[in-house]
C-alpha cells in the first residue's frame, strides 16, 4: 500500500491500530480506493512499450484500463471505451503519428477525456515531434517525452510520469475549471452531438475539402457560416467536423426545444466554459475575473456578457505561436427569436475583437438575418439541389437500402427517390425508415411524396385515416407545437387522463417524437425525460395552414392550454425552491410568457395580484404587457405588496445603468 502522504512504499498495516503506517513519514491512514488510469494510445509499435508503463502502474497499485485486457469478443467496443473513461481517475495519452492520425479512435478517445476529466489529462510523446502532428485540442498540455532510446532502464521516467498522473489525480487542477462551471451556473447536457454520431453519415467529402481549405489556407478569414435549408444535413455534418478534427476546441448546438440551448445568455456561458477546459491560460485569467461578480451575470446584456465573459478575458492571453482553432457552433437560426437578432449583433463585434488564431465554423438556416448580420464574412450557400448534394443523397440511399435491406434496387429508382427528396436528407432518412416500416413500397415509384413537407402530410394522413382520431391528439400538438420541448410527466397531466394514451399518442407518432433524458435545472437534482418533435420543420409544417392542410395547430391554443395547465400545478405553491419538482419549476419559469403569448391578460393580471409571495421573478413581465392594456389594478396591488421594497431593492441591484427605470413607469 503507498502512503497518501509521502508516497512511500515502505507501509505495513497494524492489526493493533487497524490501519496502515508509513515507516518514511510515521502517517497512519486507512486503505484508500485503488485509483483507475485509463491508457490511450495506438496499436503500433509501440504498444509494446505501453504495456511496458501499464506493468510499472500496476506495481503502484494503480488498475491500468487498457482494450486489449477489458475489452472482450461480443462486447460493443466504443461503448466500453466510453465507460472506461468515465470511470477513471485520469487519462494518459501515448502520442504517435499513428494514434493521433485522422480520423482516429484516440482522438475520440482525448475528446471524451477532455470534456469529462477537466485538467486529468496527461500526454506523452512516443516518437519526435517534427513526426506527430499533436491535437490542436491537447497542444497547450506540456508533454513528458518519451521519444528517444526505450531501453529497460527506465525506471526514473516511468516514475516522473507515475507521479504527474498522481498528482493530477490529487491535486485536481481542475478545481478552476469547477470554479467557473460553479459561479457561471453551468450544466452542459446537450445530447445532440452523441445522437448525431449514431446516425448513419456519407459523403460530404466536398464540403470537407472546402472548409478544410479555408482553416488551413484563407489567413484573413475568421469565420465560414454555412448557411442552408432545413433539414439538409448542417448539423451532421457539424458533429463529424467537430469529432474528427483536431482544432476544434468548443463545439456548441443551438437548440430550438432545449431552454438552455436556445437561450444567448445561457448559450454565451457555456461557450465560456468550454474555452475554458481547453485554454488554461484563458481559464485562468476567466476564474479570476468571474471572482468580481458576485451576484451573476443576469443583469448584463448579451453584448456586455460576450465582452466579460469571452472578448476582455481572450485578449489578455500570450499569442505566442497558437495553430489556428476553432469554434464550432451548429443552427444560429435556432436560438430564441426575440433574442436572435441581438445575439447575433454580438457574436459578430465579438468575433472582429477575438484574437486571430481563433476562428469560427458556423450553421444555421438562409434567413434574413443570418445574411444581413454576417455579410460581411461572406456566407457559404449550401445549395441543396446542387450535384455534389444530390450525390452524397444517392450514396445513402444505395448503402441503406441496397447493402443494409438488400433490395437490389436498380439507378432508376434510386434516382427517383433522390429527385423527390428535393435535396433533404431528412426526407430521405424517414423514407428509409418507412421502407423498413413496410409503410413505403419502394418499387411503387408513383406512391413517393414529393418533398418533405409531403412527405408530413402523407404519414399523418395514413395515421390519422380517421378523422376523429386525429382531433382527440389535436390538443397534445397544440401544447407540443407551442412549449417545444416538454418534460414527460407534464405532458401527460396537461393532455392524457392515462398512461395509455400517452402511449398510443407516440406510438402514431413515431420517429417524429423524440424523447431524451436532461437535466436543465441546476438546484434540482433530478433529470427528467423530455418530449419534443424530431425536427423542427415538422412543427413549422403543422403550424403552416397551407401545406398542413386540416392538421394545421394553432399554436395560440397550446399557449393557452400550456397558461392553464401551469397554473394550476403552482395554484399553491408559487415559492421558487430547490425542492420544487422539475414540472413545479418548469410551470413557475414559463407561465408568464405563456400568458403573454396567449395575449390572456386578464388571465395574467388575476395570477399577479394573487401573489402572496415575493414579487421576482413574476413581476418582472410588467413591461411586456402591451401600453393600450389597463394596467391601474396591477399599480394599486404592488404599491400595497408587503414585499415591494425588497423587490425593489433587488431591481436596484441588479440594473445598475437604469435602477428603477422599469417601475418609474408604474408610479
Given at each position: 500500500m503507498i502512503c497518501p502522504k509521502c508516497q512511500s512504499e515502505n507501509t505495513f498495516f497494524s492489526k493493533k491500530r487497524q490501519c496502515f503506517v508509513c515507516e518514511e513519514c510515521e502517517n497512519q491512514f486507512v486503505s484508500i480506493k485503488k485509483h483507475k488510469v485509463f491508457f490511450s494510445y495506438g496499436h503500433d509499435h509501440h504498444a509494446e512499450f505501453v504495456e511496458k508503463i501499464k506493468i510499472f502502474f500496476e506495481s503502484k497499485d494503480i488498475h491500468v484500463w487498457v482494450d486489449t485486457s477489458e475489452i472482450k469478443a461480443g462486447d460493443n467496443w466504443r461503448m466500453m471505451i466510453t465507460e472506461g473513461i468515465l470511470s477513471s481517475d485520469a487519462v494518459v495519452v501515448f502520442m504517435s503519428k499513428h494514434s493521433v492520425r485522422i480520423p482516429g479512435v484516440c482522438l475520440d478517445e482525448i475528446r471524451i477525456s477532455l470534456k469529462e476529466k477537466e485538467g486529468r489529462l496527461t500526454t506523452v510523446l512516443l516518437e519526435p515531434l517534427k513526426?506527430?502532428?499533436?491535437?490542436?485540442?491537447?497542444?497547450?498540455?506540456?508533454?513528458?517525452?518519451?521519444?528517444?532510446?526505450?531501453?529497460?532502464?527506465?525506471?526514473?521516467?516511468?516514475?516522473?510520469?507515475?507521479?504527474?498522473?498522481?498528482?493530477?489525480?490529487n491535486e485536481v487542477p481542475s478545481i478552476e475549471v469547477a470554479s467557473i462551471k460553479q459561479s457561471l451556473g453551468i450544466f452542459d447536457t446537450s445530447t445532440k452531438e452523441d445522437y448525431l454520431l449514431k446516425q448513419p453519415f456519407y459523403g460530404r467529402k466536398w464540403l470537407l475539402d472546402i472548409v478544410s481549405e479555408w482553416h488551413k489556407n484563407n489567413k484573413l478569414s475568421r469565420v465560414f457560416l454555412l448557411l442552408g435549408a432545413p433539414s439538409t444535413g448542417k448539423s451532421s455534418f457539424i458533429a463529424r467536423l467537430a469529432h474528427n478534427h483536431s482544432n476544434v476546441i468548443a463545439t456548441l448546438y443551438c437548440e430550438w426545444d432545449n431552454h438552455v440551448f436556445s437561450n444567448p445568455k445561457s448559450f454565451i456561458k457555456v461557450l465560456a466554459y468550454k474555452l475554458a477546459l481547453n485554454l488554461p491560460d484563458y481559464r485562468m485569467i476567466l476564474s479570476i475575473k468571474i471572482i468580481n461578480y458576485e451576484l451573476g451575470f443576469e443583469k448584463y446584456s448579451i453584448d456586455e456578457l460576450f465582452d466579460i465573459l469571452i472578448t476582455e478575458p481572450l485578449s489578455k492571453v500570450i499569442m505566442g505561436d497558437r495553430e489556428r482553432l476553432l469554434v464550432v457552433i451548429d443552427g444560429l437560426d435556432e436560438i430564441n427569436n426575440s433574442d436572435k437578432e441581438n445575439f447575433c449583433y454580438a457574436l459578430a463585434k465579438s468575433i472582429k475583437m477575438l484574437p486571430e488564431w481563433l476562428c469560427f465554423f458556423m450553421t444555421g438556416r438562409p434567413e434574413s438575418i443570418l445574411k444581413s448580420i454576417f455579410a460581411e464574412f461572406n456566407p457559404y450557400s449550401l445549395d441543396q439541389h446542387s450535384e455534389d448534394n444530390f450525390r452524397d443523397i444517392k450514396v445513402y440511399l444505395e448503402n441503406e437500402l441496397n447493402e443494409k435491406m438488400s433490395l437490389s434496387l436498380n439507378a432508376d429508382i434510386i434516382l427517383s427517390i433522390v429527385e423527390k427528396s428535393e435535396g433533404s436528407f431528412l426526407y430521405t432518412s424517414l423514407f428509409v425508415e418507412s421502407v423498413l416500416k413496410g409503410e413505403i413500397h419502394p418499387h411503387d415509384i408513383s406512391s413517393y411524396p414529393i418533398g418533405l413537407q409531403a412527405f408530413y402530410l402523407q404519414n399523418f394522413k395514413r395515421a390519422y385515416v380517421n378523422r376523429d382520431a386525429y382531433e382527440e391528439?389535436?390538443?397534445?400538438?397544440?401544447?407540443?407545437?407551442?412549449?417545444?420541448?416538454?418534460?414527460?410527466?407534464?405532458?401527460?397531466?396537461?393532455?392524457?387522463?392515462?398512461?395509455?394514451?400517452?402511449?398510443?399518442?407516440?406510438?402514431?407518432?413515431?420517429?417524429?417524437?423524440?424523447?431524451?433524458?436532461?437535466?436543465?435545472?441546476?438546484?434540482?437534482?433530478?433529470?427528467?425525460?423530455?418530449?419534443?418533435?424530431?425536427?423542427?420543420?415538422?412543427?413549422?409544417?403543422?403550424?403552416?395552414?397551407?401545406?398542413?392542410?386540416?392538421?394545421?395547430?394553432?399554436?395560440?391554443?397550446?399557449?393557452?392550454?400550456?397558461?392553464?395547465?401551469?397554473?394550476?400545478?403552482?395554484?399553491?405553491?408559487?415559492?421558487?425552491?430547490?425542492?420544487?419538482?422539475?414540472?413545479?419549476?418548469?410551470?413557475?419559469?414559463?407561465?408568464?410568457?405563456?400568458?403573454?403569448?396567449?395575449k390572456m391578460w386578464d388571465e395574467l393580471v388575476d395570477f399577479l395580484i394573487e401573489l402572496d409571495t415575493p414579487l421576482a421573478p413574476f413581476w418582472d413581465i410588467y413591461t411586456d404587457i402591451p401600453i393600450n392594456i389597463d394596467k391601474h389594478i396591477l399599480v394599486n396591488a404592488f404599491w400595497n405588496h408587503l414585499n415591494k421594497i425588497d423587490y425593489l431593492s433587488n431591481k436596484q441591484k441588479m440594473d445598475k445603468q437604469n435602477t428603477f427605470c422599469l417601475w418609474q413607469t408604474i408610479y
Open positions: 513526426e506527430v502532428s499533436i491535437p490542436a485540442n491537447i497542444a497547450s498540455i506540456q508533454y513528458i517525452d518519451f521519444s528517444g532510446d526505450k531501453d529497460d532502464n527506465m525506471y526514473d521516467s516511468f516514475e516522473y510520469l507515475y507521479n504527474t498522473v498522481l498528482r493530477k489525480i391528439i389535436k390538443g397534445i400538438l397544440e401544447i407540443l407545437v407551442a412549449a417545444k420541448s416538454l418534460p414527460n410527466e407534464l405532458l401527460q397531466q396537461f393532455s392524457f387522463s392515462d398512461s395509455y394514451r400517452m402511449q398510443n399518442f407516440k406510438h402514431f407518432m413515431g420517429s417524429f417524437l423524440k424523447e431524451q433524458t436532461s437535466k436543465q435545472y441546476l438546484d434540482i437534482s433530478d433529470e427528467t425525460k423530455y418530449v419534443s418533435f424530431c425536427h423542427k420543420s415538422i412543427s413549422d409544417w403543422l403550424t403552416d395552414a397551407e401545406h398542413s392542410h386540416i392538421f394545421y395547430i394553432d399554436i395560440q391554443n397550446g399557449y393557452k392550454k400550456l397558461a392553464t395547465g401551469c397554473r394550476t400545478i403552482i395554484k399553491s405553491n408559487k415559492n421558487f425552491s430547490s425542492n420544487d419538482t422539475v414540472i413545479e419549476r418548469f410551470s413557475k419559469e414559463n407561465i408568464c410568457e405563456y400568458y403573454i403569448k396567449a
